[in-house]
């Protein structure tokens, strides 16, 4: 079993940064894939960002040059620091763990964190 928290969620003005931070139990962090979705009201989640196990990273096409995923394997922790937040970014961003190989459909990731709001105002 593996647990997700999310942190580092609020209230921005558009323009404006945030880094969120999701710490992950278990021993075999460096094993794990991570990605990281949201879901804003009304509205299907979608895919934003992932990493893999050996570091490579992909992100959607709507984030990509503003989202940075990145990983710390020593603190079993994967951040996404925004930049450049619009308020289309709003939702709640969920992280989500799977072995190994990252994707860009959630239905393949076996674990997931509760979620953190992102609010961008403009």
């Known amino acids: 079993q593996v647990q997700l928290v999310e942190s580092g969620g609020g209230l921005v003005q558009a323009g404006g940064s945030l880094r969120l931070s999701c710490a992950a139990s278990?021993?075999?962090?460096?094993?794990?894939?991570m990605g990281w979705f949201r879901q804003a009201p009304g509205k299907e989640r979608e895919f934003v960002a992932a990493?893999?196990?050996?570091?490579?990273?992909y992100y959607a096409d709507s984030v990509k040059g503003r989202f940075t995923i990145s990983r710390d394997n020593a603190k079993n922790t994967v951040y996404l620091q925004m930049n450049s937040l619009k308020p289309e970014d709003t939702a709640v961003y969920y992280c989500?763990?799977?072995?190994?190989?990252?994707?860009?459909?959630?239905?393949?990731?076996?674990?997931w964190g509760q979620g953190t709001q992102v609010t961008v105002s403009s």
């Open positions: 989500a763990t799977r072995i190994y190989y990252y994707s860009e459909f959630g239905d393949r990731y076996d674990y």
């Open positions: 278990g021993r075999t962090f460096s094993t794990y894939a």
């Open positions: 990493i893999g196990w050996r570091g490579s990273t």
